[in-house]
């Protein structure tokens, strides 16, 4: 530090001789003799502005330079939402777990975790979509799930409340309620068999996850459509279904969070099922991205593009290890700045979120064998989530290790997190070892998740579900 200062302070007075020398031989050599203006102006102000403008630019370069202070507070304070309460019992709450027992989930790249996690390895991308045109008259690029049932949801609407019908029309909601007649039959289904096998008290509470585009006044006739077309087979007295909203990420993965620190309360015995689907392919979508330049076209190559999915996540408890596996407390915060904004792209953030997640569950980065994330095909998040696993997971291999779920499947926010846990679910139960998921789609909102297979109850390992 003092030798640093000391440079300044040397190269600053050598920057004002060599000026003086300048000004004066000038003066010198004209025969000019300077008034106290002159002399106050070219020998005082004249070099402390030039060295002054040197200092600032220097600083704006380092500033731009600079890694992205990620957190405004510890790591493990954004772990620890009960930061007020007993510090014993806020660590063994950040240690909490739940048990994934079922992940069921649909995208452009497939029908089924696996498959869509194939896809994005094998380079599956967007391609252009002839029924959406951009302001220019090009084909907008979309990931569309070509095999939806549309004709059959909208006469399930129409048989069941013509004025739902009517309002859903057809629109990116249709789409979306077509992904879930895609995706939530499988997920009942092991449900269903689930609670045969456990006390005639256990429960299974359905929550659906609304997007933000979907209105809030047509919530209650959704809720009782779904009740009525996938809900009957069970007994009334053994599920409840909750319609939730989830404007952005961050109150997605905040709903996963919240699932798994009230796992210690509920029924061992008790299962939820988390259902979520969004489609952004629509004419509707496109304006509105085309409108505030966030699409993505010849022109903006940083844009969006259009995406879907359907995913249905089943938490409980089970004896089948070969279908469950563990997922921790989410760790979550948010970047000081866009990812977006000009500058470097730092990983500051989510490496920290890593490393604060694996140090509670006592993990070293050398047993995490996959990083599963919901990032797209814009640079900045390759970049993002490159910078953030370094040198800790240079065992991994960028393309096989790290699959980026957005690439091959669009923007499906805010569940494209969702998308990718299930994906993680997947990827840990067939490597048999921890993977890591991060959501890092949004601009500013970046959360970690673990996943690793459920131990056997021998191996003393606790779960809070």
């Given at each position: 530090?003092?030798?640093?200062?000391?440079?300044?302070?040397?190269?600053?007075?050598?920057?004002?001789?060599?000026?003086?020398?300048?000004?004066?031989?000038?003066?010198?050599?004209?025969?000019?003799?300077?008034?106290?203006?002159?002399?106050?102006?070219?020998?005082?102000?004249?070099?402390?502005a030039?060295?002054?403008?040197?200092?600032?630019?220097?600083?704006?370069?380092?500033?731009?330079?600079?890694?992205?202070?990620?957190?405004?507070?510890?790591?493990?304070?954004?772990?620890d939402?009960?930061?007020?309460?007993?510090?014993?019992?806020?660590?063994?709450?950040?240690?909490?777990?739940?048990?994934?027992?079922?992940?069921?989930?649909?995208?452009?790249?497939?029908?089924?975790?696996?498959?869509?996690?194939?896809?994005?390895?094998?380079?599956?991308?967007?391609?252009?979509?002839?029924?959406?045109?951009?302001?220019?008259?090009?084909?907008?690029?979309?990931?569309?799930?070509?095999?939806?049932?549309?004709?059959g949801?909208?006469?399930?609407?129409?048989?069941?409340?013509?004025?739902?019908a009517?309002?859903?029309?057809?629109?990116e909601?249709?789409?979306?309620?077509?992904?879930?007649?895609?995706?939530?039959?499988?997920?009942?289904?092991?449900?269903?068999?689930?609670?045969?096998?456990?006390?005639?008290?256990?429960?299974?509470?359905?929550?659906?996850?609304?997007?933000?585009?979907?209105d809030?006044?047509?919530?209650?006739?959704?809720?009782?459509?779904?009740?009525?077309?996938?809900?009957?087979?069970?007994?009334?007295?053994?599920?409840?279904?909750?319609?939730?909203?989830?404007?952005?990420?961050?109150?997605?993965?905040?709903?996963?969070?919240?699932?798994?620190?009230?796992?210690?309360?509920?029924?061992?015995?008790?299962?939820?099922?988390?259902?979520?689907?969004?489609?952004?392919?629509?004419?509707?979508?496109?304006?509105?991205?085309?409108?505030?330049?966030?699409?993505?076209?010849?022109?903006?190559?940083?844009?969006?593009?259009?995406?879907?999915?359907?995913?249905?996540?089943?938490?409980?408890?089970?004896?089948?290890?070969?279908?469950?596996?563990?997922?921790t407390?989410?760790?979550?915060?948010?970047?000081?700045?866009?990812?977006?904004?000009?500058?470097?792209?730092?990983?500051?953030?989510?490496?920290?979120?890593?490393?604060?997640?694996?140090?509670?569950?006592d993990?070293?980065?050398?047993?995490?064998?996959?990083?599963?994330?919901?990032?797209?095909?814009?640079?900045?998040?390759?970049?993002?989530?490159?910078?953030?696993?370094?040198?800790?997971?240079?065992?991994?291999?960028?393309?096989?290790?790290?699959?980026?779920?957005?690439?091959?499947?669009?923007?499906?926010?805010?569940?494209?997190?969702?998308?990718?846990?299930?994906?993680?679910?997947?990827?840990?139960?067939?490597?048999?070892?921890?993977?890591?998921?991060?959501?890092?789609q949004?601009?500013?909102?970046r959360?970690?998740?673990?996943l690793?297979?459920?131990?056997?109850?021998?191996?003393?390992?606790?779960?809070?579900?």
């Amino acid at each position: 530090m003092l030798l640093s200062a000391l440079k300044i302070v040397g190269a600053s007075l050598l920057a004002v001789a060599l000026i003086w020398a300048l000004v004066l031989g000038w003066w010198q050599g004209n025969d000019h003799t300077p008034s106290t203006t002159e002399l106050f102006l070219y020998l005082g102000a004249l070099p402390l502005a030039i060295v002054g403008g040197y200092g600032l630019l220097r600083g704006f370069i380092e500033h731009l330079k600079a890694p992205v202070v990620a957190l405004a507070r510890a790591p493990d304070d954004t772990l620890d939402p009960l930061a007020n309460e007993d510090t014993q019992t806020a660590a063994m709450e950040r240690g909490y777990t739940i048990n994934l027992i079922g992940a069921f989930a649909i995208s452009s790249g497939g029908e089924g975790p696996s498959e869509i996690l194939a896809a994005q390895v094998a380079g599956a991308r967007p391609l252009p979509d002839s029924s959406l045109l951009d302001d220019a008259g090009f084909p907008v690029f979309t990931a569309r799930v070509d095999a939806l049932d549309i004709d059959g949801i909208t006469e399930s609407l129409a048989q069941y409340d013509t004025e739902l019908a009517q309002d859903i029309g057809r629109s990116e909601h249709l789409r979306m309620l077509a992904l879930i007649d895609s995706t939530l039959p499988a997920g009942l289904a092991q449900a269903h068999e689930a609670l045969t096998q456990r006390p005639a008290t256990s429960r299974l509470s359905v929550v659906w996850l609304m997007p933000s585009e979907a209105d809030p006044a047509l919530f209650p006739k959704l809720q009782s459509w779904l009740q009525a077309q996938y809900l009957s087979a069970f007994e009334p007295s053994r599920v409840a279904l909750t319609v939730r909203p989830a404007l952005t990420e961050s109150d997605v993965m905040a709903q996963i969070d919240r699932l798994v620190l009230d796992s210690d309360r509920r029924p061992n015995d008790d299962l939820t099922l988390v259902l979520a689907a969004v489609s952004t392919i629509g004419p509707r979508t496109v304006d509105a991205w085309s409108m505030r330049q966030s699409l993505f076209s010849a022109e903006h190559q940083n844009g969006q593009i259009p995406g879907e999915c359907g995913v249905c996540l089943l938490f409980g408890s089970t004896d089948n290890t070969d279908t469950s596996a563990q997922l921790t407390r989410v760790s979550a915060a948010e970047r000081d700045k866009s990812v977006d904004a000009a500058g470097r792209v730092s990983g500051a953030l989510i490496e920290q979120l890593i490393t604060g997640l694996l140090t509670v569950h006592d993990i070293a980065p050398a047993d995490i064998r996959a990083v599963i994330s919901d990032a797209d095909h814009r640079q900045s998040r390759t970049s993002e989530l490159l910078d953030a696993l370094g040198e800790s997971f240079s065992e991994l291999d960028p393309i096989a290790d790290c699959p980026r779920i957005g690439a091959a499947c669009g923007s499906s926010a805010p569940f494209g997190a969702l998308l990718a846990l299930a994906c993680a679910h997947a990827k840990s139960l067939s490597l048999e070892q921890p993977v890591i998921c991060v959501s890092q789609q949004h601009p500013k909102a970046r959360a970690v998740v673990l996943l690793r297979p459920t131990p056997l109850p021998a191996e003393g390992m606790s779960s809070a579900a």
